[in-house]
């Protein structure tokens, strides 16, 4: 059989070329950006330039999805193990949580200053850790899936059972948070309503992962990566411009600050905590006591490297040697959006108080016209965007009647930005021309996109390969696997679908559970699996147990109380004498990551020691560059 739709991905174009295929699809987009900005000059309504900008970029991922296609299952789980090492480095920066980047970690910085850092620190770590830990072994083990691992190295489905649910309570609620999150950013942007925002988002989810799965979402997401990274670029470097004349902008954070502080200070004689933190790190001035600082860090490093999303991509690279630079650059790539995103919220902030403080109301109509668009718009909970003396403004007359009347002087405290605009406004913010708002709301689409189709997968694949073929059915032949993978994949993205739509959860506290669980249920067994020799099955099935089942109780009596109703005053949490006070929700892994620990190791211990061919086998995996091992579990 032959035709396009049978072509192993190394014979394919994208894997052939890669370099040309990215090229060429950022050459059109630059191209698409560049005729639209000139149109806009040229009087091109708003509306026009919108829908122009962001669904020909959305139509071309489809397409490209659409063109990666396959039959064959090993192209469509693992790309047939033939995707270069900088191509799988940029699907897995994009695809693992720059959707939380993009949108979240500029707005956090805004609102929280230096404790923010706890959060980006985090995230670097993770991959660090996967680079380190795990990238170089599980392409070696040449498993499908995680849960697939812990069958093979644990001898058992219990362990792949445990598995499953532990990535399905990991990976569901943070799906719906995202594509939540893409609805609203998608309704905002294009002004249609909300449910209609999720069907495109359902219809993206399905060009881009039916046909093509692995394939697709690799290739589609390699392309998002180089889009996102000038969405948030673009605007970032010409405000540094605008602002020092230096188009480094991580070179005018200490000036930013500093005139910040002075803005700040002059028209209230007062410093709004965030930036004060920023410009005391000396003293490390921050909300977060030392403890639930560095638990940030910890909990969020070792979510991150668990999350099976991102370790997906390290089983597509061509060996073992590739899987390890591809998780190097795939830290080069995202520390770039890291390292952007604060020099983001500071000139954000200066621009603000630049065009802003110090003015009358009544000259805001020439100065700050985008407080009225951008006050007519809420978060998904309701909550004001932008707000001015207490009320979203919708008109300099609804400011004039908030602030007390049209000659009050603004001040900083004045306006209060949610952390959801920051990144959204900015151009605006700014004087940027509008084309750069319509790239900016592209770059987040299309950021949070890779976020959802990687989760997705990862649902999928564990519903489809773990609990049919491997405990279900496991003489089904290739072509009916392949059949269940995609059904498996119809059905989550239904299902995510509906209940995004009914129960759309806050973006930032869904992740922050999501990564305490992913740290306490995956990263022990996996570390001890990979790497020491006498772990069995039992302390592995014991720890994933107890280390999500700490962390979950945590959460649940710390968020809802006892009797399961949230704010009904019998919250509890928990305090460590000479540590902390209270241990944050966020950080709720802290406890069930050494609870998962130390309860591998103790029932590993007083188990019967693993047989000789599996210690042969994890001693293979743990050398670097040695011969791959077909790590299959026993019937």
Known sequence: ??????????????????TIFLAAFCGTIVVLFLLLA????????????????????????????????????????HVDHGVPAIPNAMA??????????????????????????????????GYALLAVLFATPLRKARVDTIPDFF???????????????????????????????????????????????????????????????????????????????????????????????????????????????????????????????????????????????????????????????????????????????????????????????????LLVRFHLLSTTTGLSVADLAGQASWLARWGARTALDGSALVSVCGRSPTSVADIAAACGGADHILLPSDIVLSARAIVLAGPEIAGLPFIVTALVALGAMLALLAVVCGLLFSLASALGHDIYAELGDRRAPAPRRLYIARLALFAVAVG????????????????????????AGLFPPLVLGLWWPRATAVGAVGGMITGVGTTAAYIVISVWGIDLVRGSGDEITWALPGLTEAVTTANAGIFGLPVGFLTTIVLSLITPAPTPAEDHTVGTLRRTFGPDVATRPRS
């Not at 040229?42 to 063109?67: C, E, H, K, N, Q």
């Not at 969020?300 to 099976?308: D, L, N």
Request: glycine share 8%; charged share 10%.
């Open 38 to 77: 000139l149109g806009e000059q040229l009087g091109i309504p708003r509306t026009v330039v919108t829908y122009a900008a962001i669904g020909l970029p959305l139509a071309m991922i489809a397409i490209v999805g659409l063109r990666a296609r396959t039959l064959h299952r090993t192209a469509f789980f």
């Open 92 to 125: 897995s920066a994009i695809g693992g949580f720059s959707g939380l980047v993009f949108i979240g970690y500029a707005g956090l910085v805004y609102t929280k200053g230096f404790d923010a850092f706890a959060y980006g620190i985090g995230l670097a770590g």
């Open 496 to 519: 995510t679908s509906a209940v995004a739509l009914q129960h759309p959860p806050d973006l930032i506290e869904a992740a922050a559970w999501c990564f305490s669980l992913a740290a």
């Open 151 to 345: 069958a093979a190295r644990f001898d058992g489905s219990v362990a792949r059972l445990i598995g499953v649910a532990i990535l399905a309570i990991c990976l569901f609620p943070l799906t719906i948070s995202m594509m939540s999150t893409l609805g609203w950013i998608i309704a905002t942007a294009l002004g249609i309503s909300y449910q209609t925002a999720i069907s495109v988002i359902f219809v993206l989810v399905l060009t881009t992962l039916l046909l093509g799965g692995m394939r697709g979402l690799t290739w589609t997401q390699a392309a998002q990566y180089l889009v996102v990274t000038a969405a948030f670029l673009v605007p970032l470097i010409w405000m540094a411009v605008l602002f020092s004349g230096n188009p480094l902008p991580q070179a005018s954070v200490g000036d930013a600050v500093a005139d910040i502080m002075r803005l700040e200070q002059s028209m209230n004689g007062m410093v709004s905590a965030a930036f004060r933190s920023l410009g005391e790190v000396g003293e490390i001035h921050t909300t977060f006591d030392r403890f639930n600082f560095l638990a940030t860090i910890v909990v969020i490093a070792a979510g991150t490297a668990a999350f099976p999303h991102l370790l997906m991509h390290a089983n597509v690279t061509t060996d073992a040697r590739e899987a390890q630079r591809s998780s190097a650059w795939a830290l080069v790539f995202l520390a770039l959006l890291l390292l952007s995103a604060p020099a983001y919220a």
């Open 1 to 18: 059989m032959t035709g396009p739709a049978l072509t192993h991905s190394a014979d394919s174009p994208l894997a052939r070329r890669p």
